[in-house]
């Protein structure tokens, strides 16, 4: 069955980095796209951007760009996500999922990794 | 790119429906736009609900429903039940510069 299994939770200080980790299975990893969304507390969910695991082709929201790195590691069936230059209000539980058809449909989706950034 | 606007709330009695809008969407003229729609309990991953505006993946009751005209879609739900008590994000997805965006989201509370 499919399983996305993401790394456990992070505390960091503000301007330092986290790499978070998706481990997939179940399916052809390089077949299928790869979104990450966050939601801050008591916010909303929110689009990173994606990354093609069969190219590594990336593309973030305009918010994002410059300080998010989405990355893959065939090797293993993993995703990762690297978000640069932390500031408080990254703190958020950060999710992986997967694309249904290409078209930004996530029909499964990991557990969720809490990042906290705090001083 | 903004958020998509959604109500903050929708309540209904057990069994009336519901609909949800979701206004904002890029027209076609800018390309393809896909609109999918998630439930969100409390501790739980969203779950996929509704894609390419009106398609329910497998195992998703059919008393889910979903439209779209112009720059507004909408998700509605038949014979509200107790456990249809969530929080419901719409997103959409434009192929013409393969940027995505979430909506407001909206809280549904089944009175």
């Known amino acids: 069955q499919v399983q996305l299994v993401q790394s456990g939770a992070e505390v960091k200080k503000p301007g330092a980095s986290v790499r978070v980790s998706c481990e997939t299975s179940g399916f052809p990893f390089t077949g299928y796209f790869m979104h990450w969304v966050r939601q801050a507390p008591g916010q909303g969910l929110e689009w990173l951007g994606w990354?093609?695991?069969?190219?590594?082709?990336?593309n973030y929201a305009q918010k994002f760009q410059g300080r998010v790195t989405m990355s893959r590691d065939t090797s293993i069936t993993t995703v990762f996500m690297e978000v640069n230059w932390l500031r408080s209000d990254d703190t958020a539980l950060y999710y992986c999922a997967r694309d249904l058809n290409g078209n930004s449909h996530f029909d499964y989706w990991g557990q969720g990794t809490l990042v906290t950034v705090s001083s | 790119q903004s958020a998509l606007t959604q109500p903050a709330s929708v309540s209904g009695s057990p069994g009336q429906s519901i609909t949800i809008s979701c206004t904002g969407i890029s027209s076609d003229v800018e390309g393809f736009v896909y609109v999918s729609w998630y439930q969100h309990q409390p501790g739980k991953a969203p779950k996929l609900i509704l894609y390419n505006v009106a398609n329910r993946p497998s195992g998703v009751s059919n008393r889910f429903s979903g439209s779209k005209s112009g720059n507004t879609a909408s998700l509605s739900i038949s014979g509200l039940q107790a456990e249809d008590e969530a929080d419901y994000y719409c997103n959409s997805y434009s192929s013409y510069n393969s940027v995505g965006v979430f909506g407001t989201g909206t809280r549904v509370t089944v009175l």
């Open positions: 990354i093609n695991p069969n190219t590594g082709d990336t």
